[in-house]
């Protein structure tokens, strides 16, 4: 059960990890109002991610963890939302956010199908890849598509606190395979 759980957990790192590199080399063009939306909803992906974490890990640092990302990137989301407000535009549906949510119901499906310690690792596993993915993306395609100076800003600021997050998923990820 673990092997294959292991293979699930890889084969979806893996076909996240070609998808962040097919998006990137793709580059497609994105305005900014879709732009809002793929910010949007690559940190609602990760609360939802965050709260299977809370509902079946028993692990002191992996709940630390996704309570962590429930408050930081609902933080992010509210930034979002009030930039698009003040600036009257109604963040748009793209192939980029449907990607996006179409890869996230592979990996919830995954993450609700393990239990115990594979489940930690699981969800771990996938934070590492998961923010690396959208890291990328943020630098090579969101940022220098933006043509709005308040929604480039708010992604350069987003930036640090996605490479914060990478590091501490890093950190447990470490503590974890031990």
């Known amino acids: 059960m ?10 979806s790192i893996v076909m996240l990890l070609i998808a962040a ?9 994105l305005n900014d109002a879709e732009i809002a939306h793929v910010a949007v909803v690559a940190n609602q992906i990760d609360i939802d991610y965050a709260k299977i974490a809370m ?20 933080a992010i989301i ?8 003040k600036l009257g535009v109604e963040p748009q549906d793209n192939a980029v956010s449907q990607s996006l949510l179409k890869q996230a119901e592979a ?13 930690d690792k699981a969800y771990v596993d996938n934070e590492v890849a998961y923010h690396q993915a959208v890291i990328d993306a943020v630098k090579g395609v969101l940022i220098p598509q933006s043509q709005n100076a ?10 640090p606190i996605l490479e914060t ?10 503590k974890i395979s031990k």
Not at 2 to 11: D, E, G, M, Q, Y
Not at 55 to 74: C, G, L, W, Y
Not at 78 to 85: I, S, Y
Not at 107 to 119: C, D
């Open 55 to 74: 509902d079946r890990s028993k692990n002191p640092e992996v709940r630390e963890f996704a309570q962590t990302m429930i408050a930081d990137h609902n």
């Open 150 to 159: 308040e929604l480039k800003a708010l992604l350069k600021v987003a930036l």
């Open 21 to 29: 590199i097919g998006f990137a080399q793709q580059a497609p063009q």
């Open 78 to 85: 509210e930034q979002a939302v009030a930039l698009v407000t």
């Open 2 to 11: 673990k092997t294959i759980l292991k293979s699930k957990v890889w084969a």
């Open 165 to 174: 997050h990478l590091g501490h998923a890093k950190m447990a990820q470490s």
């Open 107 to 119: 990996t919830t499906k995954m993450l609700k199908a393990a239990k115990g310690a594979a489940f």
